[in-house]
């Protein structure tokens, strides 16, 4: 038990998939996963562990921003000893190739600051996602025949979602950034810093060239998607 997961040492799993909404992790628990157990109600951020085709799975919310996704991936390593954090999410597309309801695969996170920097200081640290998720990751979305692209690129990681800086959103963008979030860069920064796997799988839920919006009923579906395609890269060799 931690501050903010209160689950048993063993109840969670060494795979976690980690959606930004609680209830989401609770949708995908009901929806893939057999024998489905809640192991987290601290604070409404739901967990459940599970088994997906007989491997258990952690199925964790992490909440909105990197504070959030930092305190539930330092807790998720550092005392119940996860090996693999997957994100699962949504994303605003920042290019014109990018379209609505399409799959990143993050491979980077450009952030302007996390809350690792704090330790990292005066260094432009580059959080990369683990290859071999990344490339399992890729090959399960290509597989799926999804109705979508599937982009593996850079993303940036903001700490606003109403943003007030055009200026850094037009650079992100001539510097190829695929789509803007708010969780991987620090989600990948803890994992490497403690030896663990990290991806972040994102939908694009709406685009801030065009200003399309996801309709609301594809996004259980998409959603869905994004959680076959990180069950398939944790666990398929
Ligand atoms: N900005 C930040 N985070 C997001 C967005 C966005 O436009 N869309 C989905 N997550």
Redesign the pocket.
């Known amino acids: 038990m931690t501050i903010h997961i209160g689950a048993n040492p063993d109840d969670i799993a060494d795979v976690v998939l980690m959606p930004g909404d609680p209830y989401r992790a609770k949708w995908a628990a009901e929806t893939f996963l057999t024998g489905a157990k809640c192991v987290n109600e601290v604070r409404g951020m739901l967990g459940f562990t599970g088994e997906w085709h007989g491997h258990r799975v952690t199925i964790q919310g992490s909440g909105m921003g990197m504070p959030s996704m930092s305190i539930y991936a330092n807790e998720l390593i550092s005392s119940f000893n996860a090996q693999t954090l997957i994100r699962i999410?949504?994303?605003?597309g920042m290019q014109d190739d990018v379209k609505i309801r399409d799959v990143i695969l993050a491979s980077t996170a450009s952030s302007v600051s996390t809350p690792s920097s704090t330790i990292l200081r005066d260094v432009n640290y580059a959080p990369t996602a683990d290859f071999t998720l990344l490339h399992k990751a890729f090959h399960a979305a290509e597989a799926m025949n999804l109705d979508a692209d599937v982009h593996v690129g850079g993303i940036y990681s903001?700490d606003?979602?109403y943003?007030e800086r055009p200026d850094l959103n037009e650079q992100m963008q001539r510097h190829g950034i695929l789509?803007?979030?708010?969780e991987a860069a620090e989600l990948y920064t803890v994992a490497a810093r403690h030896g663990r796997r990290a991806l972040g799988v994102?939908t694009?839920?709406?685009h801030?060239l065009t200003g399309e919006a996801l309709p609301a009923e594809d996004r259980e579906r998409t959603f869905g998607d994004m959680v076959e395609i990180a069950l398939t890269a944790a666990f398929d060799s």
């Open positions: 999410g949504s994303c605003g903001s606003t979602f943003d789509a803007v979030e708010m994102m694009v839920s709406d801030l």
